[in-house]
């Protein structure tokens, strides 16, 4: 079955206080990882697509790694404005050959000032 | 700007009423989802449909039915609302390939 794990279920930063959060996942042919920023009371907003292991992408204090088996979002010196909760999602096939994306239960962050 | 429409921020239905929850994407996508969210359980597949009028069943279709009569909409009708439908809805849409989805601003629906 294809699942996504991410870890911490929550995280509390200084302001400027670097991190990690934590996917790992199981899929039958990885086409693509995905993590998505999602404030509170609105719907996820796209931030990466990742493909291949060793593939990293960077926006802004934020860099998405992947590996065979597990994805890091980095978030160097963060700010307040990068609270929000962080999911992580696996593109799978569904049972009847359509892709669909499996979520993990996100990561909430909050930074202090 | 592209965008995923969906009509209703907020919702109150009582236990037993018919509730349409409806989604509009501009963006020519052939695909379009209908996910629930809810605490500790993320975002959960409840329907998906790949093209007009055609229609899949996600992770927890039970209690719930879809509707696409056009490309660009997408209806949630949950036939007789209960009280365990209370949660997030959140629309998206991609493209027939695949790859990101763009999500609408979420209905919270609430069932008393």
């Known amino acids: 079955e294809d699942q996504v794990t991410q870890s911490p279920e929550a995280l509390r930063l200084q302001e400027g206080e670097s991190s990690s959060l934590n996917c790992s996942y199981t899929?039958?042919?990885?086409?693509?990882l995905f993590w998505y920023r999602q404030d509170p009371g609105k719907g996820p907003e796209f931030l990466f697509t990742?493909?291949?292991a060793g593939e990293e992408k960077e926006k802004e204090r934020l860099k998405a790694t992947l590996t065979k088996k597990e994805s890091f979002l980095h978030i160097t010196a963060p700010k307040p404005e990068d609270s929000a909760t962080y999911l992580c999602?696996?593109?799978?096939?569904?049972?009847?050959?359509?892709?669909?994306?499996?979520f993990g239960t996100g990561t909430r962050l909050l930074v202090s000032p | 700007d592209v965008k995923v429409t969906q009509s209703s921020r907020y919702l109150v239905k009582r236990t037993g009423e018919k509730v349409f929850l409806e989604c509009v994407q501009d963006m020519d996508h052939e695909n379009m989802f209908w996910y629930r969210q809810d605490p500790g359980l993320g975002l959960r597949l409840i329907y998906f449909s790949y093209d007009v009028k055609m229609k899949e069943k996600g992770d927890i279709p039970e209690g719930y039915s879809v509707s696409r009569e056009k490309k660009e909409r997408f209806s949630l009708i949950l036939e007789s609302a209960s009280t365990n439908q209370t949660s997030m809805y959140l629309c998206?849409?991609?493209?027939?390939?695949?790859?990101?989805?763009?999500f609408g601003s979420g209905t919270r629906l609430t069932v008393v």
């Open positions: 998206a849409s991609s493209l027939r390939g695949g790859g990101g989805y763009t």
């Open positions: 990742l493909y291949s």
């Open positions: 899929v039958s042919g990885l086409r693509g």
């Open positions: 999602a696996v593109q799978a096939v569904s049972d009847t050959g359509f892709q669909k994306l499996v």
